[in-house]
C-alpha cells in the first residue's frame, strides 16, 4: 500500500466556491499547468461527474488515466480513487476536504496516496508528493481567488 500524503491550505473564498472549481473539471487544463486535456465519461444525475479521463504532461511524467469521484452531499468533501492502473500508477486514492473558516475564508485540505508503476526511492517519491500536491494546492488557490468558478 502507497504511503498518504496531507497539505493543506487556506482560501480567500466560501467552501462552495472552492467545491465549484474543483468540480469543474472540463475548465482544469485552463488553470492546471500539467493537464493536457479532460474528458468526462460518466455523470452523476446531478450532472457532478463520476468518471473523468485525464491526459497529463509535467515533464518527466506523461500519463493518461481515469478517476473515479464521490461528493459528500454539501461537497464538503470530494474523493476519488483510480479506475484501473496506468502507464504510471497502480493506485491514487485522494480527496479535498474543505471547512469554511470563521472569517469567510476556507481551509482546503488535499490527501493523495498514490503506488507508482514504476520502482522510485522513497526519497524521490515523497518529494514529486510534495511538488505535487504545492502545485495543485497553489493553482486552486490562484483560481478561486482569481473570482473563476
Given at each position: 500500500m502507497a504511503d498518504t500524503s496531507t497539505q493543506s491550505i487556506v482560501i480567500d473564498a466560501p467552501p462552495d466556491r472552492v467545491a465549484a472549481v474543483i468540480a469543474d473539471f472540463a475548465k482544469y487544463p485552463e488553470w492546471v499547468e500539467a493537464m493536457k486535456s479532460i474528458d468526462i465519461l460518466e455523470e452523476y444525475e446531478d450532472g457532478y461527474a463520476s468518471q473523468v479521463r485525464f491526459v497529463i504532461d509535467a515533464g518527466p511524467l506523461v500519463d493518461e488515466y481515469t478517476l473515479q469521484y464521490e461528493y459528500a452531499e454539501d461537497l464538503?468533501?470530494?474523493?476519488?480513487?483510480?479506475?484501473?492502473?496506468?502507464?504510471?500508477?497502480?493506485?491514487?486514492?485522494?480527496?479535498?476536504?474543505?471547512?469554511?473558516?470563521?472569517d469567510g475564508t476556507s481551509t482546503v485540505t488535499y490527501t493523495l496516496s498514490v503506488e507508482l508503476?514504476?520502482?522510485?526511492?522513497?526519497?524521490?517519491?515523497?518529494?514529486?508528493?510534495?511538488?505535487?500536491?504545492?502545485?495543485?494546492?497553489?493553482?486552486?488557490?490562484?483560481?478561486?481567488?482569481?473570482?473563476?468558478?
Open positions: 464538503s468533501r470530494i474523493e476519488w480513487r483510480l479506475v484501473a492502473p496506468s502507464k504510471v500508477q497502480k493506485e491514487q486514492v485522494g480527496s479535498y476536504d474543505i471547512e469554511g473558516n470563521d508503476a514504476i520502482a522510485m526511492l522513497g526519497m524521490f517519491k515523497r518529494k514529486a508528493e510534495k511538488r505535487i500536491m504545492d502545485t495543485a494546492l497553489r493553482e486552486l488557490k490562484r483560481r478561486v481567488e482569481s473570482g473563476h468558478g
